[in-house]
Structure formats: C-alpha cells, structure tokens
C-alpha cells in the first residue's frame, strides 16, 4: 500500500494540482490586496467616504461606531460590507482566470492552424494540407504528404 501511495504521489497530476493550488493562494493573497488595498479605497469615496468592510448589522439591535467596536463588545453580527469585498475580489480572480484561459485557447487555436494549414502557392491564402483545389483562387494544388508542412 504505501508503494501505491507513492506512485499515487509522485505522478504528474498530483504535482500540477499541488503548484496550481499554491500558485493559487499566492494570486488569492495578491487579489485581496488589490481589492482591499486600491480598488477599495476609490469606490468608498466615490460613494461618499463609505468603507464597505465596515458595513455590518449588529443582531443585538444596539449601535456600534465600527465592526471592530460590535466584536470587542461580543456582537453578533452580519458583516454584509465584507461580503461585498469578497464578491469584488471573487469578480476579479474570475475575470483574470477567463482572461488567462482566453489567452491559453487563442494559442492553442494558432497551433491547430500551423498544423493544419498551408499557404496555397498561387494565391497565398491559407488553405487546409490536403486541399486538392484551392477554394480561393480554385488553382490546383499537390495534396501534402500527411506531417509534412
């Protein structure tokens, strides 16, 4: 069992999901700085100086000057300012991650069409490796040989 447990370990999968899930605390940390550190600060003047994580609602039905306040004193209460810092920083990570996958599909994308494509020698549009008659200029044309570009 414990040589399973470390072929289990050691496989390529586990690895990339462990760099992907530190790489991913990293970027968490650097986002909530961002969010808390300089998107922030702009939005609450911008709405008349509030401070979002100060946004709280004591369930004792008492008035606290600060969250910080409400919790010395042993409050319940629900923190809905910090919930919108928390969408604000979900909203980013996922518009980065759709960038970075955009990104990644775009290269991919490229290769295909290097891989599957070549330029018709008459016309010089792309056309696929074997085309027999080029659909722009309809020249005919010596079908590629199967992996040879």
Do not use: W
């Amino acid at each position: 069992m414990v040589g399973e447990f470390r072929k289990f370990i050691v496989r390529g999968n586990v690895i990339d999901l462990a760099v992907g899930i530190v790489i991913g605390a990293a970027f968490t940390t650097v986002v909530k700085s961002f969010v808390d550190d300089i998107l922030m600060p702009p939005i609450g003047r911008l709405s008349g100086g509030v401070d979002f994580s100060n946004l709280f609602l004591p369930l004792d039905g008492k008035h606290y000057p600060s969250l910080e306040a409400a919790k010395t004193a042993g409050a319940a209460t629900v923190n809905y300012g910090l919930f919108i810092n928390n969408v604000i920083a979900f909203l980013i990570v996922a518009f980065a991650v759709f960038l970075l996958v955009k990104a990644y599909e775009r290269m991919r994308r490229q290769e295909e069409v290097a891989v599957t494509q070549k330029d018709c020698p008459f016309c010089a549009e792309k056309v696929a490796l074997a085309a027999r008659r080029c659909p722009h200029c309809t020249s005919e044309l010596v079908p590629a040989v199967v992996g040879v570009v």
